[in-house]
Nanobody, 133 residues
Framework: QVQLVESGGGSVQAGGSLRLSCEAS?????????????MGWFRQAPGKEREGVVI????????AFADSVKGRFTLSQDNAKNTVYLQMTSLNPEDTAMYYC?????????????????????WGKGTQVPVSQ
């Protein structure tokens, strides 16, 4: 069974940085647990709908960031730890949200992060990121 556990959230001041982790069990980021898959980070701010932050395809690693985070957020992966990291810099209060990671089976491509609020598959429970002025 696939399980995802997010960590690394916490209070940060505007302009600061934070690195979120998504550790997987029952799914290998560098392998072929599914023939192909989409992996992504999503966030939901209080009173708002969930939105995509970044989505990556397992084959070829095509990665698409939401326009709101381009140039500020990056995605990396540690295969030995089976963990994906979301590095967030230049944070602002609009980035305040619960952040979730998700993995789902896919075809030859993944949706764009700006176009979807989630993936059909497996989700973590989230990690909170409050950004203060």
């Amino acid at each position: 069974q696939v399980q995802l556990v997010e960590s690394g959230g916490g209070s940060v001041q505007a302009g600061g940085s934070l690195r979120l982790s998504c550790e997987a069990s029952g799914y290998t980021y560098s392998g072929h647990t599914f023939r192909s898959a989409c992996m992504g980070w999503f966030r939901q701010a209080p009173g708002k709908e969930r939105e995509g932050v970044v989505i990556r395809h397992s084959e070829g690693g095509t990665t698409a960031f939401a326009d709101s985070v381009k140039g500020r957020f990056t995605l990396s992966q540690d295969n030995a730890k089976n963990t994906v990291y979301l590095q967030m810099t230049s944070l602002n209060p609009e980035d305040t949200a619960m952040y979730y990671c998700a993995v789902g089976k896919s075809g030859s491509s993944c949706p764009k992060a700006d176009d979807v609020g989630g993936l059909t598959g497996y989700w973590g429970k989230g990690t909170q990121v409050p950004v203060s002025q």
